[in-house]
């Protein structure tokens, strides 16, 4: 089966227009960046485009010489109802500029604040891509109860926080995370019912590394040969995995429309709109 990122992203971006139909002024969504690479680019320009498609004025913002001042003029601005950092800022001490953010605008769920709230249910937001692996769990019934989950990757912005939304009482996976300097990363990934690959590297999962009949998740965006690839050797795994994800059209997909679902949440705690 193969795990279509993009009808379920879809079922959220339909869910939002009903809330935000007819409304007029609606806040803004800034994306503060500091000479962005090629990959945040297009990355800008995509949520750009998707939230012109649901009438939500998107603003690219780049940093000045006082970055920090202006997160704090964002957290005061009730035109604003969410910002993204781009990572990484080239220009700013990245994590001060991060404390800044007032974690009720964290879109992306990377303050401390977040992070550190996804332990006890307290989070105003966890991170995007993180969600949408549960996500894509969810809208396909596929229950990570009891099962074996290993996540190669450990970044903030997925493995850890995947990890976490993974152990929640309710959710009741048993995890395994594996980086860099872990050992038999192929044995682990073998012997689990659910892999997410969320490392960077094109193709990195093999065919042999994954047991038939388990549940496969690309989180990977990578270019290989100017075409966009995920961390999966898709090709050979999908000819014997139950379920997997495409790389495109899969957890990136829904990533983006629930950057935008954490956004009509805001203007939810906002009073703009009825919870």
């Known amino acids: 089966m193969i795990l279509d990122g993009k009808s379920v992203a879809e079922k959220t971006y339909s869910e939002i227009r009903e809330k935000i139909e007819g ?3 609606l806040p803004s969504l800034v994306l503060l960046c500091d000479e962005p690479d090629s990959s945040n680019k297009t990355y800008m320009k995509s949520i750009v485009k998707q939230g012109e498609k649901l009438g939500i004025n998107v603003v690219i913002e780049n940093t000045g010489e ?4 202006q997160v704090h003029r964002m957290n ?3 035109s604003i109802a969410g910002v993204m950092i781009m990572h990484p800022l080239k220009n700013a001490d990245e994590k001060s500029v991060l404390a800044a953010l007032d974690p009720s605008k964290d879109l992306e769920g990377r303050t401390v ?5 996804i332990v006890n249910d307290e989070e105003f937001f966890a991170p ?4 949408a692996v549960m996500e894509m769990l969810f809208q396909y019934d596929i229950n990570p109860k009891g099962r074996d989950v290993t996540i190669v990757g450990r970044s903030n912005t997925v493995g850890k926080p995947l990890a976490l939304l993974l152990l929640k009482k309710g959710v009741d996976a048993t995890v395994t995370v ?10 682990k990934t073998f012997n689990s019912d659910i892999v997410v690959s969320a490392v960077g590297i094109a193709k990195f999962l093999k065919r042999e590394m994954v047991r038939p009949g388990s549940i496969v998740i690309d989180v990977g965006i990578n270019f290989l040969d100017g075409k966009l ?3 999966v050797d898709y090709d050979e795994v999908s000819q014997i995995a139950a379920a997997i994800t495409p790389v495109p059209g899969g957890v990136g997909s829904v990533t983006t429309a629930l950057l935008f679902k954490h956004y009509l949440k805001s203007l939810e705690r906002m009073g703009r709109i009825a919870r």
């Open 66 to 69: 006082d970055p920090i001042a």
């Open 229 to 231: 690839v995920g961390d």
């Open 23 to 25: 409304m007029v002024s």
């Open 113 to 117: 604040s977040n992070l550190g709230g």
């Open 178 to 187: 594996c980086h860099s300097r872990s050992r038999d990363i192929a044995e």
């Open 128 to 131: 995007p891509t993180a969600e």
């Open 76 to 78: 005061s601005d009730p």
